[in-house]
């Protein structure tokens, strides 16, 4: 039977290690897991509008970016504890294709129109636009 050299050790005690850690990780997620019960909808653009909604209320709102001629329309419906992009006016309708969000960390990207939405724990966490 071949005897390992010592990097050959090395390697298996890093692998080793690393198992380990991403397995206390996933069973610290498992018992300790997000509340997404406060969660915010964060939507803001590049123009600089922002609105901020629970994720648990019920509303439906147009955003107007850029100006004419170049101003877009996307409409945003929140209910049911998830978000959608019902309608937009952008060339390439990614963010309306895009399925609904209802976790902390998900996103509706409109690039043409330069909007993001976003669900966070709270508004801090939200990325600033501006």
């Known amino acids: 039977m071949a005897q390992l050299k010592t990097g050959d050790r090395v390697l298996a005690v890093i692998v080793a290690i690393a198992l380990v850690v991403a397995a206390a990780w996933f069973a610290w997620s498992a018992a300790f897991p997000v509340d997404d019960d406060g969660a915010v909808v964060v ?3 590049k123009d600089g509008f922002r609105r901020v909604d629970p994720l648990s209320s019920s509303v439906e709102y147009t955003v107007v970016t850029g100006t004419e001629p170049d101003e877009g329309h996307n409409t945003v419906v929140i209910g049911g504890g998830t978000v959608d992009v ?3 006016d952008c060339s390439n309708q990614v963010c309306v294709d895009h399925d609904p969000i209802s976790q902390v960390g998900e996103q509706i990207v409109c690039l043409p129109h330069g909007m993001v939405i976003e669900i966070v724990a709270n508004e801090d966490d939200a990325t600033s636009l501006v």
């Open 86 to 88: 019902t309608a937009a």
């Open 43 to 45: 939507c803001q653009t």
